[in-house]
């Protein structure tokens, strides 16, 4: 069975950092992308970006709401996809999810929430 | 950017109804890449239609999509009480992958 955890979230200061990680497990992790998504409260779903798997070079590419202050990067050893997220905004406050693939969506995470607020 | 923007924002009907949800691209755009989503409240989504009209595994058949080019639409034949819920479309073509703003479908 394929799971996604989610973890790392919490409330942070404006300005600060926090990780998120994503472990997998049910499926050969090092074989596919992984992608975050994020949903403030009461709003729709915004995609934040993707890796792709070692195959294809474990490229990134991201939403430009997030671009050069967020991070994806993966341990294929321990199956783990994480969110480097910095200099966070008020406007990051949000559930983020995890996703299997880097296209359509079969297997989300739970999601975790990431508060951002002084 | 593609932006898909969602028709009606909120859509109420009865059990038993017929659902009628658009999504509409900013350009037109390969339907080989649309998805569509079930939400609801404090779960995650879950993936109904990929590809534009192929559901899922495990989703029942009164859910259908369709569309080309710019219209794409999800219709639900008979509205059956867990149906109740947000739905997003999403596409998936290029980067950066976009979702629309989604439909409440209701209960009048």
């Known amino acids: 069975e394929v799971q996604l955890v989610e973890s790392g979230g919490g409330l942070v200061q404006p300005g600060r950092s926090l990780r998120l990680s994503c472990t997998a497990s049910?499926?050969?992790?090092?074989?596919?992308?992984m992608s975050w998504h994020r949903q403030a409260p009461g709003k729709g779903l915004e995609w934040v970006g993707f890796?792709?798997?070692?195959?294809?070079?474990?490229?990134?590419e991201y939403a430009a709401s997030v671009k050069g202050r967020f991070t994806i990067s993966r341990d294929d050893s321990k199956a783990i996809a994480y969110l480097q997220m910095n200099s966070l905004k008020t406007e990051d406050t949000a559930v983020y999810y995890c996703?299997?693939?880097?296209?359509?969506?079969?297997?989300w995470g739970q999601g975790t929430l990431v508060t951002v607020s002084s | 950017e593609i932006v898909l923007t969602q028709s009606p924002a909120t859509l109420s009907l009865s059990p038993g109804e017929r659902a009628t949800l658009s999504c509409v691209a900013s350009?037109?755009?390969?339907?080989?890449?649309v998805a569509w989503y079930q939400q609801k409240p404090g779960l995650a989504p879950r993936l109904l239609i990929f590809?534009?009209?192929n559901r899922a595994t495990g989703i029942p058949d009164r859910f259908s999509g369709s569309g080309s080019g710019t219209d794409f639409t999800l219709t639900i034949s008979r509205l059956e009480p867990e149906d109740f819920a947000v739905y997003f479309c999403?596409?998936?073509?290029?980067?950066?992958?976009?979702f629309g703003g989604g439909t409440k479908v209701e209960i009048k």
């Open positions: 999403q596409y998936y073509g290029t980067s950066p992958l976009t």
């Open positions: 049910g499926f050969t992790f090092v074989n596919y992308a």
């Open positions: 996703t299997r693939g880097g296209s359509h969506f079969t297997y």
């Open positions: 590809d534009a009209s």
């Open positions: 350009q037109s755009v390969s339907s080989s890449y």
């Open positions: 890796i792709r798997s070692e195959a294809y070079g474990e490229t990134t």
